[in-house]
């Protein structure tokens, strides 16, 4: 694989990777309510995911699951349903500013690493969107595989990247903004994993095609 198209894979995924999805939301909202440990956990389960989902496309499974109905729509409406639990989730969250004497007691290191993966691997879109979009950088004249372990580890380098720039957002946050601010953060990152439940819900393997 030249450099050029290297290049050009980082700034794409860079580009779709930058706007506020799930875990985007679960990162900020980590960063802010438990603190840049209990985030960094969330973002190696984010990350996992990816790696999984692009391990999965080389295996053939998007197109498994762009093919099966059945598999596509139960995928979907888990994913949905575990987006309307984390939006209830954070919808609840208590806030206190580090001020006040905050301690990171909402959510463990381990919790936020399978949640954040949950949601990776819950989303077919993820999926579908790997399936249809790597196989345009795969150079056929040469070995498949390490090209796809290539573009795995950018891949999840790069959304690692992004989170963490959401996830240091959210501590900023914290330090500034009084708790009712916060509060409000968290429930707009909520009132977003709502709509993106909504969406996915209403999402149909047509758009991907």
Known sequence: MDVSTL?????A???????????????????ASNGMRVASFGIAGAA?????LIGAVGCGLGALLQ????????????????LLYLAWVLWRAPTRMISEGYKPTVATGRAAFFRALIVGLSNPKGLL??????????????????QYVLLAIISAS??????????????????RFSARVMQWINRSCAGMLVLLALGLSLYRRQQSQ
Do not use: H
């Not at 969107?129 to 390490?146: D, G, K």
């Not at 790069?158 to 959210?170: K, N, P, V, W």
């Open 158 to 175: 790069i959304d690692c990247i992004m989170m963490l720039a959401y996830a240091l957002g959210g501590r900023l946050a914290m330090r």
């Open 129 to 146: 969107f790997f399936a249809a979009f790597l196989p345009q950088f795969i150079q056929p004249a040469e070995s498949v595989a390490p």
């Open 67 to 82: 093919a099966s109905e059945q598999l596509f729509s139960l995928v979907k409406w888990v994913g949905a349903v575990y």
């Open 13 to 31: 995924v860079s580009a779709v990777m930058m706007t506020p999805g799930p875990s985007m939301l679960l990162a900020l909202s980590n960063g």
């Open 7 to 11: 290049l050009l894979y980082v700034v």
């Open 48 to 52: 996992l995911s990816d790696l999984l």
